[in-house]
């Protein structure tokens, strides 16, 4: 088995701190996906509500005119 030195030890420490700048980035990249998701997510139900509500008024227009059949 071979001795460790400070030296080991420094580039252990070394070693954790890119990793963690690694993982800061990749989570800062991650939630700034998630937040372009909650996004478009959010233009998407707006989008269906109008489009339901379109529907809707295009079923009574079509609904009205064979009752007057």
């Known amino acids: 088995m071979s001795e460790r030195?400070?030296?080991d030890l420094?580039?252990?420490i070394d070693q954790l701190q890119?990793?963690?700048v690694l993982l800061q980035n990749k989570c800062r990249k991650a939630g700034g996906a998630i937040f372009n998701q909650e996004k478009?997510?959010?233009g998407l139900k707006r989008e269906i509500d109008r489009l339901s509500e379109?529907?809707?008024n295009l079923?009574?227009?079509l609904g009205?005119?064979?009752d007057t059949e």
């Open 54 to 56: 379109e529907n809707e």
């Open 18 to 20: 890119k990793q963690k």
């Open 5 to 7: 030195g400070p030296s």
């Open 10 to 12: 420094e580039e252990q």
């Open 64 to 66: 009205s005119k064979d």
């Open 40 to 42: 478009t997510i959010e």
């Open 59 to 61: 079923r009574r227009i």
